[in-house]
Each structure stands twice: as structure tokens, then as C-alpha cells.
């Protein structure tokens, strides 16, 4: 085993990069290093599981370990790599029963992802205080806000559960009003589950609108929908402390004292790096790993993908930071097969997402933000419309803001988001397409979209928001 192919963590970049590997070149070997015991579950399916939606925290697993050792991955679980050297090409590593070596690689893939950041909240030892952004996260969730005589242990059926953390949350009272710390991905997902669940909810956000990478509109349209769910939105409420010793008891907002039972803090992520320090490996935006189109780093044979990498934006042609499951995935799957003899690029990303907020659904793609637009050499105009998901006199038809940007110069389409109840997040892969393929605004408006009315309009929403701001670019 002189020159196998090792992965750093066991998730969506670091198994889909083995699993091709394997595939391709069967004759070496493939390390996978995992310092914990979860690897290949559905992170975006935690706060459908703490709703109640998912029955089974088992669900939420794309690959079991049996199914890894299958596909003749050798995984190594409560093994993590501390450090790398890369003019020796050797790993350290050290494993839960505190043994420590080296280990020679041939290539690297570093698919560390990502941890919860908490700002100025630190939730260590807090009873009822909590970040999401791991599944014994969510078990100790689902734990806590149920009756401690309700609560289903069965719901949590993976082994690799931590046990301890969801009983000792499983005995306490269980709260009845929560303050949501972050009114972003995370925060709008919990909300609605925890709303799910008979909590009382309050959403505190920092800036004057909720989703800010969405815009201001679909920010406005998914605060009404949390409201009509009975949700408390506060804008412009930056959280300044937890308050509690041992529990939590209260938030502090801009001056105010206001009392909670349960906190959930979602403000960001930060890329797991450390175990490159002192290599002089080239990090990027965000603090993340900076790779190549082919995934690899400044340092020899040694590659990068998922939460802890960048990739090369597809409107700004430049190196961005922006973790999503998709682009973890593709990533490692290019990497596998670039390292087994097969050159693959790793792909562009566009920062395509969505997200609902019970019947609202909103998703985004591009540069919507004009500041950023401009900074990165172009003159951005936008236009919002609103206008019917399907024919007016079909039944089910709901309103649906669509907002575009381009570029004054050339008319490229540069983003666009969309919200609304109707099968709205959808459409965004329409708009997500024709910003990879560098679309004017007027080639867009001019695509041959499908029309009946159970569908769409005649002239769909990405359409009729197409036309309007080709007017504004003639003007």
C-alpha cells in the first residue's frame, strides 16, 4: 500500500470521491479517515426530521458503513488526521483510543466540510442552547423538545447516535418557547419545525430582512409566511447574549431581556482547515481550501472538495466559497475520477439553493446583490415581477415573484430568485441554467418554455420577469 489514494472524512465530498475512485482503478487502494462515527447523511434533512417529517433518523443515511465496505473503501472511523506533511506525503493521524501514526499517501483529498460557527454564543454546557449542524445535534433536538413520557427513542435508530447526549435531553421539561438565533437557511428551516413541534417561536436577524442572500422580496414573502404560522419575526434585532448558566433562560436583544427555554444559534459555518496549518497551502474566500478546476490545492497531489474548498464561480469566473450539497458531491465524484487516470473538471457553482418556509417556497441563483454585482466588474439592473404559476382560471394558481439581474453593457444575466407556494423553487433551475451558459436577458426571454395550464401560464414567471427587464435594458 505504498501509493493509496487517501480521504479526509467520510461525508458527500470525501465517499463520492472514493466510491469513483474505486470504480476506476480498482488495483489501488482507498483510505477513507473519519474522525467521528457519522459519515454520508442527508445534513439538509436534519430539520425535516426534528419536524416530524422524516420518521427515522435512519432515512437520513445515504451509504450505511457495511455498504461502504462493499464498495471495498477501507473505512476508518474514529480515526482523524491531525496533520499533514506534504513533502514527506504522509498523514498523522490519531483514533479515539488515543493511538497516533503516520500513513504514506500517493493522493490526497482533504473533505474535511464545515462546523457551526456561534458568534459571541457560546452554547457548551447550556442545557437547551444548540447549534445544527451534526445529527447527534438533531437526535439531541428531537429529544429535548418532546415530553420526557412522549419521547421515542426508536426515532434515533442509527448506532453511531450518542446515546448519552439524547436521554440526558430526553429528561428534561421540555420547553415551550424558543429563540431562533439567525434568520437564514437554518434559522426559516427550524422555525418551521420547531413550530411543527407546539414550540413558540421567535426568529431574531441581525439585518432588516430575513434569507439575505434571497433578496429583500423573497426576505419579505417568507417572513409572512412564518408569521401566518403564528412565528415571530424580528428584523433588525440583532441577539447580543445567551443568557443562562446552566440552562438557557433568556435572550438579550438590543437592550432587552427577553425569557426562552430553548435557543437554537444558526449564524454561519466556518471550513475546517486546520489540519493543513503550516503546509503554506493557499486558502481562499472565506477561509476555505483554494483549488484549481480539477479540485486540486497549491500543494502537490493533494485536493480539496465540499465545505472546506472553494470552486470557481460561474458569473465572476473567480474562486467563492458557498457550501452546498451538490457541489460536495460533484466535487468529490470529479476528484475520484481525475485521481484514478481521468482529468474531470469539478464544475462551476452559481450558489443555486432553496428553502421553505411551510407553503412558501423561495430559491435563488447568481449575483442578486447590486454591491457585489458591481464589485465584480458589472453595472447590475434588476427588475422584480409577480405574476400566476399557472393558468388564472386552472385551479391551484398563486402569485410568484420572480427577480432578475443583469448587466447594463452586455444584458447577461447575472441572478435571479423566485418565491412563492406554487412549485416556485423549481423554476430556479431554469434560471440556474441560462447563468451557466453566460444567457442574455432577451435570449432567456425567448426560450420555448412548456405551457399547459395545470403548469404554467403561457408566458411562465422566469418569462414574463425575462421581458420586463429587457424593456428596462432598451430603455
Known amino acids: 500500500m505504498s501509493d493509496p489514494f487517501v480521504v479526509v472524512g467520510a461525508d458527500a465530498a470525501g465517499l463520492s470521491a472514493a466510491s469513483k475512485f474505486r470504480r476506476e482503478a480498482p488495483d489501488r487502494d482507498v483510505i ?22 422524516v420518521d427515522r433518523m435512519s432515512d437520513l443515511l445515504s451509504l450505511s458503513p457495511g455498504e461502504v465496505d462493499e464498495r471495498e473503501i477501507d473505512l476508518r472511523r474514529g480515526h482523524e488526521v491531525v496533520a499533514v506533511d506534504p513533502d514527506a ?20 483529498l482533504v473533505a474535511t466540510g464545515a462546523r457551526a460557527t456561534t458568534g459571541p454564543f457560546d452554547v457548551r454546557g447550556v442545557d437547551g442552547a444548540f447549534t445544527l449542524h451534526n445529527m447527534d445535534a438533531a437526535a439531541a433536538i428531537d429529544a429535548y423538545v418532546a415530553e420526557p413520557d412522549a419521547y421515542d427513542p426508536e426515532r434515533a435508530d442509527v448506532s453511531a447516535v450518542d446515546r448519552e447526549r439524547a436521554d440526558r435531553n430526553a429528561a428534561m421539561p421540555a420547553p415551550e418557547t424558543v429563540a431562533v438565533v439567525g434568520g437564514g ?30 433578496g429583500e422580496t423573497v426576505g419579505g414573502r417568507v417572513e409572512d409566511a412564518l408569521e401566518a404560522e403564528g412565528v415571530a419575526v424580528h428584523t433588525d434585532s440583532p441577539v447580543e447574549a445567551l443568557v443562562g448558566d446552566d440552562r438557557i433562560e433568556a435572550v438579550d436583544v438590543d437592550g432587552d431581556r427577553i425569557s426562552f427555554d430553548m435557543a437554537v444559534v444558526g449564524v454561519g459555518i466556518r471550513p475546517n482547515t486546520e489540519l493543513l496549518d503550516g503546509t503554506g497551502v493557499e486558502l481562499g474566500s472565506g477561509g476555505a481550501i483554494r483549488v484549481d478546476d480539477r479540485g486540486r490545492t497549491s500543494l502537490p497531489d493533494v485536493y480539496a472538495a465540499g465545505d472546506c474548498a472553494t470552486a470557481r464561480h460561474a458569473v465572476t ?102 418565491v ?22 432577451a435570449e432567456v426571454e425567448r426560450l420555448d418554455l412548456a405551457y399547459a395550464p395545470p403548469f404554467s401560464p403561457v408566458w411562465d414567471p422566469v418569462l414574463v420577469a425575462a421581458k420586463v427587464l429587457n424593456g428596462t435594458l432598451d430603455d
Not at 477513507?32 to 417529517?53: D, L, N, Q, T, V
Not at 506525503?89 to 490526497?108: I, N, S
Not at 412563492?420 to 436577458?441: F, K, N, P, Q, S
Open 317 to 418: 469566473g473567480d474562486p467563492d466559497w458557498i457550501p452546498l450539497g451538490l457541489t460536495a458531491n460533484r466535487a468529490g465524484r470529479a476528484i475520484g475520477a481525475t485521481v484514478a487516470g481521468d482529468p474531470t473538471p469539478v464544475g462551476h457553482i452559481a450558489g443555486t439553493a432553496a428553502v421553505k418556509a411551510f407553503d412558501a417556497e423561495a430559491a435563488r441563483v447568481g449575483l442578486l446583490d447590486h454591491e457585489a454585482a458591481a464589485e465584480a466588474g458589472f453595472d447590475p439592473v434588476s427588475e422584480t415581477v409577480t405574476a400566476g404559476s399557472r393558468s388564472g382560471y386552472y385551479p391551484g394558481a398563486a402569485e410568484t415573484d420572480v427577480t432578475l439581474v443583469a448587466d447594463r453593457d452586455t444584458g447577461r444575466l447575472l441572478g435571479g430568485s423566485i
Open 32 to 53: 477513507a479517515y473519519e474522525k467521528g462515527r457519522w459519515i454520508s447523511y442527508a445534513y439538509c434533512g436534519m430539520p425535516y426530521f426534528i419536524a416530524g417529517y
Open 185 to 214: 437557511y437554518v434559522g426559516v428551516e427550524v422555525a418551521e419545525a420547531l413550530t411543527e413541534r407546539g414550540l413558540d417561536v421567535h426568529v431574531f436577524q441581525r439585518s432588516g430582512h430575513l434569507l439575505p442572500p434571497f
Open 89 to 108: 506525503k504522509r498523514v498523522t493521524v490519531e483514533t479515539t483510543e488515543g493511538d497516533r501514526f503516520d500513513r504514506a499517501y500517493g493522493d490526497l
Open 420 to 441: 412563492g407556494t406554487d412549485r416556485a423553487a423549481v423554476r430556479i433551475d431554469t434560471l440556474a441554467t441560462a447563468v451557466e451558459a453566460d444567457m442574455t436577458v
